[in-house]
C-alpha cells in the first residue's frame, strides 16, 4: 500500500501542500475504491464478471451507471453506481438512500447528540468543520438509528441480586399532540455486589407516581433481579409499598436529604439556622433510640410554630431510621441518594440546551447517548466497598447464601 501511494504520487507528479490537498486525494482514492467493490457486487448479483459471457446463466444484464453524490468527512464526491437491467440489484455497500459513506460522520454526529448539542447546533458545526449542508431531519434520522439500542438495553438482563438500588425521577417537557406537556423520567441506579454501580433502569413516564414504578420495580424482577438488599428512594408516597409487593425482604431508606428539605420549605429564615441545627441532632444521632428522644425534644420546642416537621418525621420514621442499624460504612452509602442526584445532575447538564423535546423518543434517544457517554467513566468501584460488603455479609447473610454469594 506505501510503495502504491508513493508510485501514484510520482507517476501524477502531485504535491501536497496542506490538508486539502490530502483530503482530495483520499476523495479520489476512496471514489475508486467504492465504485470497484460496488462492481463486484453486481458481479456477485449476476453470476458473472463483466466480459466472463460464456459463464453467464440469467438472463438479467449490466445496463450503465448511475450517478450519486455522497457526503464524506473528505468532502462530497460523485460514485458511478452500477444498475442491472431488470432492477434487481440492491446496493449493499451503500443502500439505495444512503448519501454519507461509511459510518463516520454518523458516529460524529451521535458523539455531538450525546455531548447535548441541539440538531440545529450540530449542522452548523458540521457545515463550519466540513463544509457539509446536512439537514437537521436527516440528523434526527442518523440519531434515530440508535432507538433499537434503546430498547435493547432497557431489556438487557440484569444481575440476580443487587446490594444496593437508588430510585429517582427527573422532569421534561415533551411536545405531545401540538401540547407541551411535563414527562417523568424514572431511574433505576443500582450498586452490585462487586461495588461497581450501573443504571439499571430508565423510562418515560407522564407523571411520577407509585403506580409507575411499580411497573418498573416488576421489570426489574421480570429481568433477572433476584433481590435488592437495600433501597433509597425520596419521599413520594406508595413508593415502600411498590418495592415491598414485589422484593418483600428489601431493606427501604427513605433519603434525609429528600426529607429536610421537603419539611423546611416553609421555615422562616430567621429560625431555619437553629430548627435545622436541632434537626441535625435527630438525623446524626448515634443510634435509633437516640435519635428518637432527640426528635421528641424537636417536637416540644417547635410544635407550636412548625407541627407538620415533627409529623412527617414522625409518621414516616420506619423507613428514614433504617440506616441507623449498620456501621458508618453502609449509613454513607444510603442515607441519602446523593449517587444518583449527581447522576441526574449530568443528565440535566447535557440536556439543559433543550428546553422542550419534540417527543418522548427523543428525549430517551438523548437520555440515553448522554447516560452510555457518562457510565464508560464507571469502571472502578468504592473505595471502602470491602468494609461495606463485609458489613452487607453479616447483616444479609441469610439471603446471600441462597444467591450463592
Not at 468532502?75 to 452500477?82: C, E, F, T
Not at 433481590?227 to 422484593?247: R, T
Request: hydrophobic residues 35%.
Amino acid at each position: 500500500m506505501r510503495e502504491m501511494m508513493q508510485g501514484y504520487l510520482k507517476e501524477n507528479d502531485i504535491s501536497i501542500k496542506s490538508g486539502n490537498d490530502v483530503n482530495s486525494i483520499m476523495r479520489d482514492m476512496m471514489s475508486v475504491l467504492l465504485e470497484g467493490v460496488l462492481d463486484e457486487e453486481l458481479n456477485e448479483e449476476l453470476g458473472y464478471s463483466k466480459y466472463d459471457y460464456r459463464n453467464k446463466e440469467t438472463d438479467n444484464s449490466r445496463n450503465g451507471h448511475s450517478r450519486k453524490t455522497m457526503r464524506t468527512s473528505y468532502g462530497d464526491m460523485d460514485i458511478a453506481i452500477p444498475r442491472d437491467r431488470k432492477g434487481e440489484y440492491e446496493p449493499q455497500l451503500i443502500p439505495k438512500y444512503q448519501n454519507t459513506v461509511t459510518q463516520d460522520m454518523e458516529e460524529k454526529i451521535i458523539s455531538m447528540y450525546a455531548k447535548g448539542m441541539t440538531t440545529g447546533d450540530i449542522e452548523a458545526h458540521l457545515k463550519e468543520l466540513y463544509d457539509l449542508d446536512i439537514s437537521d431531519s436527516t440528523i434526527s434520522r442518523i440519531t434515530d438509528k440508535i432507538m433499537p439500542l434503546v430498547k435493547e438495553w432497557q431489556e438487557r438482563p440484569l444481575q440476580e441480586i443487587y446490594a444496593v438500588v437508588y430510585m429517582d425521577a427527573i422532569h421534561y417537557h415533551v411536545r405531545s399532540e401540538g401540547r407541551i406537556v411535563k414527562r417523568a423520567v424514572y431511574i433505576a441506579l443500582g450498586i452490585d455486589m462487586d461495588g461497581k454501580k450501573d443504571v439499571i433502569g430508565m423510562y418515560v413516564g407522564e407523571n411520577e407516581g407509585a403506580k409507575f414504578w411499580l411497573s418498573i420495580i416488576n421489570g426489574l424482577k421480570n429481568r433477572g433481579v433476584q433481590d435488592i438488599l437495600i433501597a433509597c428512594v425520596d419521599g413520594l408516597n406508595g413508593f415502600p409499598q411498590a418495592i415491598e409487593a414485589v422484593y418483600p425482604k428489601t431493606e427501604i431508606q427513605q433519603c434525609i436529604i429528600h426529607q429536610i428539605r421537603n419539611t423546611t420549605n416553609y421555615v422562616s429564615y430567621k429560625d431555619l439556622k437553629k430548627l435545622m441545627a436541632d434537626l441535625k441532632m435527630v438525623y446524626a444521632a448515634p443510634d435509633e433510640a437516640a435519635a428518637l428522644e432527640e426528635l421528641e425534644s424537636f417536637g416540644k420546642k417547635w410544635n407550636s410554630k412548625y407541627p407538620k416537621i415533627y409529623k412527617s418525621w414522625s409518621e414516616r420514621w420506619a423507613t428514614l431510621s433504617t440506616y441507623f442499624k449498620y456501621p458508618n460504612e453502609v449509613r454513607k452509602l444510603i442515607y441519602t441518594t446523593n449517587a444518583i442526584e449527581g447522576f441526574n445532575r449530568q443528565l440535566r447538564k447535557v440536556t439543559k440546551s433543550k428546553t422542550v423535546f419534540p417527543s418522548d423518543d427523543s428525549l430517551l434517544k438523548m437520555l440515553y447517548l448522554a447516560t452510555m457517554d457518562i457510565t464508560k467513566k464507571w469502571t472502578g468501584r468504592r473505595r471502602d466497598w470491602s468494609q461495606i460488603r463485609a458489613q452487607l455479609e453479616i447483616y444479609f447473610e441469610e439471603r446471600l447464601e441462597k444467591a450463592e454469594f
